[in-house]
């Protein structure tokens, strides 16, 4: 069997063992219903209702303030729609950025076009960072709901969101909006600070799948007072706003994977900036006629996002995971699409650029040899393919 380098921990991460572990007993025997008058029911709510505390005890929150769902993209849906929809009363306006993810973009999109709410999108700047100022000076008397991700999702560059919320709470008590903070914390948790207090946030998204938890779990922070409608009825789990039975694996392995996250940040983050760095310089050093993708510094410690001119992303991808290495195009809920990056086209490039952009991202296991590895192989693949491409995007793209 050949090397096998995984490279794209932004779309899906291992689950950890110890968080497996965790989860074992409620994938087996322990099959209660949360709901059910009985023993075993007891004790799986008891497992959801510890997994809340533990979860909540990370964001600074209390555990009525957290809600289960399926994952990040519900939890966005969540929190636009159903945020929105209940309290229309205060303003039908949105703002967003325009390199949201599209659980986001898609639901403010639908909102605008289906249900009578108008937008303002807030473009990046070439770096990938949004403006504080130009979120804030976006905000109306009628703004509802402001969504700004934590960390981009294809870029991972980190946003002032921590900034934008101090600000928007000081214009809610200055009477000149009611408008509510969202952000997307998805990339990054395991990776930053998740204090809802001091990003002063009303509503926050994570993702078990994203930090070695598992998949189809995810959670949404819901400020205590905040109405929300309902995108789903039948029951009256979690608090009847996301009724369904309760994921009692899922919610045990999401409090045991971002607990496990959370702990080892700050020594994770330092063993992969070098890794990270190390991989962005030597492709830019090898690979002529290459641009990294957002901020040098200001972006997650395991990002590197960088645009191959005159190459097809999706074709170098192939060739990459003939080789053994796996790494991504952009969003995993949009690579199947074929589509140019809306994140690489926000930054002002031009779709040549967008269409030859990779998405690297570094986890636990990434080592030096699969950064050497990585740095060996990949050059002479895009060397092979631009010499049978017929695009040549002028070099002034990519200063």
Same mark, same amino acid.
């Given at each position: 069997?050949?090397?096998?380098?995984?490279?794209?921990?932004?779309?899906?991460?291992?689950?950890?063992?110890?968080?497996?572990?965790?989860?074992?007993?409620?994938?087996?025997?322990?099959?209660?219903?949360?709901?059910?008058?009985?023993?075993?029911?007891?004790?799986?709510?008891?497992?959801?209702?510890?997994?809340?505390?533990?979860?909540?005890?990370?964001?600074?929150?209390?555990?009525?303030?957290?809600?289960?769902?399926?994952?990040?993209?519900?939890?966005?849906?969540?929190?636009?729609?159903?945020?929105?929809?209940?309290?229309?009363?205060?303003?039908?306006?949105?703002?967003?950025?325009?390199?949201?993810?599209?659980?986001?973009?898609?639901? =403010?999109?639908?909102?605008? !076009?289906?249900?009578?709410?108008?937008?303002?999108?807030?473009?990046?700047?070439?770096? /990938?960072?949004?403006?504080?100022?130009?979120?804030?000076?976006?905000?109306?008397?009628?703004?509802?709901?402001?969504?700004?991700?934590?960390?981009?999702?294809?870029?991972?560059?980190?946003?002032?969101?921590?900034?934008?919320?101090?600000?928007?709470?000081?214009? !809610?008590?200055?009477?000149?909006?009611?408008?509510?903070?969202?952000?997307?914390?998805?990339?990054?948790?395991?990776?930053?600070?998740?204090?809802?207090?001091?990003?002063?946030?009303? @509503? @926050? $998204?994570?993702?078990?799948?994203?930090?070695?938890?598992?998949?189809?779990?995810?959670?949404?922070?819901?400020?205590? *007072?905040?109405? %929300?409608?309902?995108?789903?009825?039948?029951?009256?789990?979690?608090?009847?706003?996301?009724? /369904? $039975?309760?994921? =009692?694996?899922?919610?045990?392995?999401?409090?045991?994977?971002?607990?496990?996250?959370?702990? *080892?940040?700050?020594?994770?983050?330092?063993?992969?900036?070098?890794?990270?760095?190390? %991989? =962005?310089?030597?492709?830019? &050093?090898?690979?002529?006629?290459?641009?990294?993708?957002?901020? &040098?510094?200001?972006? %997650?410690?395991?990002?590197?996002?960088?645009?191959?001119?005159?190459?097809? *992303?999706?074709?170098?991808?192939?060739?990459?995971?003939?080789?053994?290495?796996?790494?991504? $195009? /952009? #969003?995993?809920?949009?690579?199947?699409?074929?589509?140019?990056?809306?994140?690489?086209? #926000?930054? /002002?490039?031009?779709?040549?650029?967008?269409?030859?952009? %990779? !998405?690297?991202?570094?986890?636990?296991?990434? $080592?030096?040899?699969?950064?050497?590895?990585?740095?060996?192989?990949?050059?002479?693949?895009?060397?092979?393919?631009?010499?049978? #491409?017929?695009?040549?995007?002028?070099?002034?793209?990519?200063?």
């Amino acid at each position: 069997m050949g090397r096998h380098v995984y490279l794209d921990h932004a779309a899906a991460t291992p689950l950890a063992p110890e968080v497996l572990e965790a989860m074992r007993p409620f994938l087996g025997a322990d099959c209660g219903n949360p709901s059910s008058f009985h023993g075993d029911g007891k004790a799986a709510k008891d497992a959801v209702d510890a997994a809340c505390s533990r979860i909540a005890k990370r964001l600074q929150a209390r555990p009525d303030e957290i809600l289960f769902t399926s994952g990040g993209t519900e939890s966005d849906n969540l929190a636009v729609l159903g945020y929105a929809r209940a309290n229309k009363e205060k303003g039908m306006h949105l703002v967003t950025t325009a390199f949201e993810h599209p659980a986001v973009l898609e639901s =403010v999109g639908h909102l605008v !076009r289906k249900e009578g709410f108008t937008q303002t999108v807030v473009s990046p700047d070439r770096d /990938g960072l949004v403006k504080a100022e130009d979120v804030l000076a976006a905000v109306r008397p009628d703004t509802v709901l402001v969504s700004v991700m934590l960390a981009n999702n294809e870029i991972g560059t980190i946003q002032p969101v921590a900034d934008i919320g101090r600000e928007l709470q000081k214009m !809610r008590e200055a009477g000149k909006t009611k408008a509510v903070l969202h952000t997307d914390a998805c990339q990054g948790a395991g990776a930053m600070e998740l204090d809802v207090e001091k990003l002063h946030a009303g @509503l @926050l $998204t994570i993702n078990g799948g994203k930090i070695y938890g598992p998949k189809g779990i995810g959670a949404l922070y819901v400020k205590r *007072g905040l109405k %929300l409608q309902p995108l789903q009825f039948g029951g009256t789990q979690e608090r009847g706003i996301r009724p /369904g $039975t309760e994921n =009692v694996p899922g919610a045990v392995g999401l409090a045991e994977a971002l607990d496990r996250a959370q702990d *080892g940040m700050e020594e994770e983050n330092a063993r992969l900036i070098p890794l990270r760095d190390r %991989l =962005v310089k030597g492709l830019l &050093a090898r690979v002529p006629k290459t641009r990294l993708n957002g901020h &040098a510094t200001r972006r %997650l410690p395991n990002n590197a996002n960088l645009s191959f001119l005159d190459v097809e *992303g999706e074709a170098l991808l192939l060739y990459l995971d003939a080789a053994g290495i796996e790494a991504s $195009t /952009g #969003s995993a809920c949009t690579s199947a699409a074929l589509e140019p990056s809306h994140v690489i086209l #926000s930054l /002002g490039l031009p779709y040549e650029v967008a269409h030859g952009s %990779l !998405r690297f991202s570094l986890g636990r296991a990434t $080592t030096d040899h699969d950064v050497d590895y990585a740095l060996d192989i990949l050059p002479p693949l895009v060397e092979k393919l631009r010499s049978i #491409s017929p695009v040549r995007v002028d070099e002034k793209y990519y200063a």
